[in-house]
């Protein structure tokens, strides 16, 4: 029997966003020491230390310094924990009132 089923190749754009969503899914740290390790890779500060370091061993010039560089922290917000917590407690009590067959609540607090 021949198989005239269309083969389906994979685009490098799709082993792209695969390979980057392998990264973000990373499994929960077993130990406080491998999530102190997660912490660290994670932290924009421990790179920047360790440019700093890789910029002297190979005697390579610092970049230039922006103008300004609190200008970006007006543009880019970052929740902080406490404000993840509540939208992840408010979107799973929604979710348990919708499943009761209840009305959501949290149109009230998000916008469409």
Known sequence: M???APKHEISSN???STSV???LMRRPPR???EWLYY???DSEGFHRFVGKI???LN???EPPLREDPSSDLHWTFKPTSMQK???YRILFWDEMRSTLGLPKKSSRYFKD
């Open 2 to 4: 021949i198989d005239t």
């Open 14 to 16: 799709e082993a792209t």
């Open 21 to 23: 969503i392998k990264g």
């Open 31 to 33: 130990s406080l020491e």
């Open 39 to 41: 912490k660290l890779l």
């Open 54 to 56: 890789y910029r002297k």
């Open 59 to 61: 005697n390579i010039k």
């Open 85 to 87: 917590f509540k939208a």
